[in-house]
T-cell receptor, first 113, second 113 residues
Framework: DSGVTQTPKHLITATGQRVTLRCSPR?????VYWYQQSLDQGLQFLIQ???????AKGNILERFSAQQFPDLHSELNLSSLELGDSALYFC????????????FGPGTRLLVL | SQQGEEDPQALSIQEGENATMNCSYK?????LQWYRQNSGRGLVHLIL?????REKHSGRLRVTLDTSKKSSSLLITASRAADTASYFC?????????????FGQGTELSVKP
């Protein structure tokens, strides 16, 4: 158990819908990262927050947004969902803004029908 | 786009044999890490090697790094059925891109009892 929790574990929804994925980092970790894992793209970095502020941005679609709250949990919002958004979404956390080791949560499996 | 390429994509061995996986990357790095993923679950950090290190050991794991060739290898000795998983190498991104990790596409290891 990495200490990172993600909810929900599974999510099935329809195209055009909006969903929110939630992540709680390990106690004491200030950085939260979001990654997407799909068969065709592999593991892709989406976005990082550090102590409430956006720190780095990857190939995140404009339909996707994220935030980190004062209690350090984070939410990833996916809107206008398309079939191609079906993937595993992982949250990871680390102590600092550029800490080497990241601790991954169990992931949220999103299926868009 | 992904930084690393891993070789082989899949590897099948018998219990007790050694397994070697290779990773190549494109740009200069500060460190390289190996992660393990069991069938669609979260990633588990295995080992980190810094750019000024050439070899590192952790239990049955041995990692080498050749920065001149931009490549790394992970050796698992005396493999067990429980080692069956996907193994990913990950490199750190440019300094101005926070703590993002750039993953290879992974090697799927199957250890037969």
């Amino acid at each position: 158990d990495s200490g990172v929790t993600q909810t929900p574990k599974h999510l099935i929804t329809a195209t055009g819908q909006r969903v929110t994925l939630r992540c709680s980092p390990r106690s004491g970790d200030l950085s939260v990262y979001w990654y997407q894992q799909s068969l065709d793209q592999g593991l892709q970095f989406l976005i990082q927050y550090y102590n409430g502020e956006e720190r780095a941005k990857g190939n995140i679609l404009e339909r996707f947004s994220a935030q980190q709250f004062p209690d350090l949990h984070s939410e990833l919002n996916l809107s206008s969902l398309e079939l191609g958004d079906s993937a595993l979404y992982f949250c990871a956390s680390s102590v600092g803004p550029r800490q080497e080791t990241q601790y991954f949560g169990p992931g949220t499996r999103l299926l868009v029908l | 786009s992904q930084q690393g390429e891993e070789d082989p994509q899949a590897l099948s061995i018998q219990e007790g044999e050694n397994a070697t996986m290779n990773c190549s990357y494109k740009t200069s790095i500060n460190n390289l890490q190996w992660y393990r993923q069991n069938s669609g679950r979260g990633l588990v950090h295995l080992i980190l090697i810094r750019s000024n290190e050439r070899e590192k050991h952790s239990g049955r794991l041995r990692v080498t790094l050749d920065t001149s060739k931009k490549s790394s290898s992970l050796l698992i000795t005396a493999s067990r059925a429980a080692d069956t998983a996907s193994y990913f190498c990950a490199t750190d991104g440019p300094y101005n891109q926070g703590g993002k990790l750039i993953f290879g596409q992974g090697t799927e290891l199957s250890v037969k009892p």
